[in-house]
């Protein structure tokens, strides 16, 4: 009756028009539109596959001769089938399939490429068939694009129950637009979301993990570097083996291990065919020894001595693919060598800006010459593309509008493979958002990007979502209109007068307000925007610390705020040096709130007897005595010296009585920024005669966190002085274990405090 009621109703309209007066002299084409429409419906008809009929499952799942890439498919839907209708499907192996069953796995057809998958439903029979993981792409497809379940983030997912489930006629082929796929978003914590976002981990197509700075690994410095110093990087006058170090890439002994060493490794992963052998982390640290130096001066960039190597390895081994970096110092492409095919060039964009697309701006046009470049002499080329602010996490980071043509510009420079570091960390800036995105466009850069930002914001956030991608776009505009860089160590005091200034944080907040009335009704919409809302939060707090005139009052009230907020939602990461939001809100409290004791150094004049690098030195003659302290960058308060000593002198105005004075130091391993070896503290009367208050000694710190040091000295007794002398033993130059190693380290200094 279902058909009958199908067919009438398709037919109806056409009678209708053929019976109308002026059309009676087309009547012989309408008779032929008729039949066509006819032959349509009954196609239509008879290709209607039911999974599930009156909430009893009508098709079974055939296995003929299963992997476990088809075990994993059948079970997916198998799952999402029940969780739709609560009928269960069957899942049977080792026979053949019959009419109005579903057939997964088996051969694809003509047309299926690496990931690709094909959907059909001829002959009354569900095909899913595919390459490599194409077959479990073919059914996280089909649930999405036919049975409208929609897959939003870590165990988040939205479906319309039904007790009937049918397919409608579909033959569908569709290949992935890279090779490989990766976002870091969730996907080692929700097995299903990284089958549904189609995505890989390096375990997966890298031997034994090794994908990226295996340097050390191959060539443990721990096991070399003290009986073997010219295995590594000579520069500056002499060798620097260390663990951050590189190789000497024309030394033959180093190219033997490392081949020992590889072999042994596809050895013991069979199967693996792919393995990295690429720089450790770090720049201006390859090896410029005269045989390195005269294959990098010929090709024009240190990458020569690197395809150099690759090459021997790659004629070695030339049934498996070597992976390297074209990264910092390697990152342009040499001009005479090329790599052989079964080289992989890993290609990073690191120091490029991100408000606008990779051809917009200077720093994009440097690295879109080095990708044509190496587009030129390789086919083999994997783009490793930074959406990401390291330093902030829960900041916001409006790059959203350039993720589609950056993505379109690395799969017309032949990429194949693409990893878009978004680091999707739980409450970070739209993070199931961005991961939503790329991880579409990573498959097909040509869809409309704004109808699924619509999509999943609809979908996501319910009725709130109009708001937030207003919010978004207001954003993006502001953050254009400002001309303002956005890099990937970011902070919102760097916007302060731009997209983040006191107006528009107002018609952010007001615009979340909306959000959130808008979704009352519904806890789990309710949820996602409180989440959303975190990175604007942590921003307020950021801004007001800055400020010289505030209501404190009104800031405790913020933070409090926060903290309960950063504590319902599982204290989140605050960036990608392990530091987490309660304890940023623990150190507020600690470090920017009012103190219980007046600082005697506030407003105090500072002469330098060793100035600070560059800018700092104008800086500084404020920031150390402000009141003001820095934040986890160094993007504000701090003052810097680089690759030497420190030394000043704080000036009182006035004889004083003393007891304890700190000096605060940044921690910030990332940017090379370490700790000093040891702090003098001298006092004196007339500025001429000095005596030693204390000397203290700083233990070494290699943590990855962010970290605030004050070190202080105190006296038994109170003393009298009006200059206090600070000078600064630095580390001065990055040691072995840094990826900066032989190179100048910097201090920061944000704040002297006497008391």
């Known amino acids: 009756m279902k058909n009958l009621f199908k067919l009438q109703h398709c037919i109806h309209p056409l009678l209708s028009i053929l019976n109308c007066r ?43 001769n299963p992997t476990e890439r088809d075990f994993t498919a059948a079970h997916i839907l198998q799952l999402f089938v029940h969780r739709i209708s609560e009928a269960q499907l069957p899942i049977v192996t080792d026979r053949k399939v019959k009419k109005g069953e579903i057939q997964i796995g088996g051969t694809a057809p003509a047309g299926v490429t690496e990931d690709g998958y094909s959907l059909s439903t001829s002959g009354g029979i569900l095909r899913v068939s595919g390459k490599d993981n194409g077959v479990v792409y073919g059914v996280v497809s089909l649930l999405e694009d036919y049975l409208g379940i929609d897959y939003w983030g870590k165990n988040e997912y939205s479906l319309t129950p039904s007790r009937n489930v049918s397919l409608p006629l579909i033959e569908k082929i569709d290949n992935p637009a890279f090779c490989y796929r990766q976002t870091q978003c969730y996907a080692k914590e929700d097995s299903i979301y990284k089958w549904w976002y189609r995505l890989e981990e390096p375990a ?22 003290e009986k073997h110093p010219e295995y590594y ?81 790659a004629a070695r081994f030339p049934d498996k693919e070597f992976s390297t970096l074209a990264y910092l110092y390697s990152m342009n492409p040499p ?25 917009e701006n200077a720093s994009g046009q440097h690295f879109m010459k080095a990708m044509k470049g190496w587009s030129e002499i390789s086919d083999n080329i994997f783009v490793w593309d930074y959406g990401i602010n390291f330093d902030g996490y829960l900041t916001p980071f409006p790059n959203l509008h350039i993720l589609q043509d950056n993505i379109r510009l690395f799969r017309d420079y032949h990429a194949t493979m693409h990893f878009s570091q978004i680091a999707g960390s739980y409450c970070g800036d739209f993070s199931e958002l961005r991961a939503y995105l790329v991880s579409k466009l990573m498959w097909n850069p040509d869809v409309d990007a704004d109808v699924l930002m619509k999509h999943f914001l609809n ?231 000095y005596t030693l208050w204390d000397k203290v000694e700083i233990p070494e710190e290699r943590s990855r966190k962010v970290l605030f040091r004050s070190i202080s000295a105190k006296s038994p007794q109170p003393i009298n002085a009006r200059y206090v002398k600070v000078e600064v033993n630095a580390t001065k130059v990055c040691p072995h274990w840094h990826y900066g190693v032989g190179h100048p380290s910097w201090f920061f200094i944000d704040e002297v405090v006497l008391e």
């Open 459 to 689: 979908g996501y956030y319910g009725a709130a979502g109009e708001y937030l991608y207003q919010y978004i776009k207001v954003m993006e505009g502001a953050l254009l209109g400002s001309g303002h860089r956005l890099w990937i160590n970011d902070s919102p005091v760097s916007h302060k007068k731009g997209m983040l200034n006191p107006a528009l944080m107002r018609r952010y907040a007001a615009i979340f307000d909306a959000a959130e009335k808008a979704v009352a009704g519904n806890e789990t919409f309710a949820e996602r925007v409180r989440r959303a809302r975190l990175p604007l939060l942590f921003s307020e707090l950021e801004l007001l610390r800055t400020d010289t005139d505030k209501d404190f009052s009104a800031v405790a009230e913020k933070l409090d705020h926060f903290e309960k907020e950063a504590a319902h939602f599982d204290n989140p990461l605050l960036n990608s040096r392990s530091n987490y939001a309660l304890e940023y809100c623990k150190l507020y409290r600690e470090r920017y709130m009012p103190s219980t004791k007046a600082n005697l150094a506030k407003g105090a004049a500072v002469k330098f007897l060793i100035e600070p690098t560059g800018k700092y030195a104008e800086l500084g003659r404020t920031a150390l005595t402000d009141g003001l302290y820095g934040g986890t960058t160094f993007m504000e308060s701090w003052v810097g010296w680089e690759g030497k000593d420190g030394a000043f002198v704080i000036d009182l105005g006035e004889v004083k009585r003393l007891q304890t004075v700190s000096v605060d130091f940044l921690y910030l391993v990332s940017h090379w920024i370490l700790l000093p070896l040891e702090v003098s503290y001298s006092y004196s009367s007339d500025g001429e005669n």
């Open 204 to 225: 997966e197509a890298f031997a034994a993990g090794y994908w990226v700075h295996t340097f050390d690994k191959l060539l443990p410095s721990s096991v070399y570097g």
């Open 22 to 64: 002026p059309w009676i002299q087309t009547r012989d084409t309408l008779t032929w539109m008729l039949g066509m429409a006819l032959l349509l419906v009954c196609q239509d008809v008879a290709a209607q596959i039911d999974l599930v009929k009156n909430g009893k499952a009508r098709a079974t799942i055939v296995l003929e």
């Open 335 to 359: 001009k005479h060598i090329k790599p052989l095919p079964n080289v992989l060039i890993m290609l990073c964009n690191i120091d490029c800006e991100r408000e606008v697309s990779l051809t």
């Open 233 to 313: 990087s000579y520069f500056n006058g002499k060798r620097h083996p260390g663990q951050a170090s590189q190789w000497c890439l024309t030394n033959p002994e180093v190219f033997e291990i490392v081949a020992q060493r590889i072999d042994s490794i596809f050895k013991a992963n069979p199967g693996q065919t792919r393995i990295s052998v690429s720089q450790n982390d770090g720049n201006y640290t390859n090896c410029a020894c005269p045989e390195c130096k005269k294959i990098d001066d010929r090709e024009g960039s240190p990458a020569g001595s690197l395809i150099y190597f690759m090459n021997k390895l």
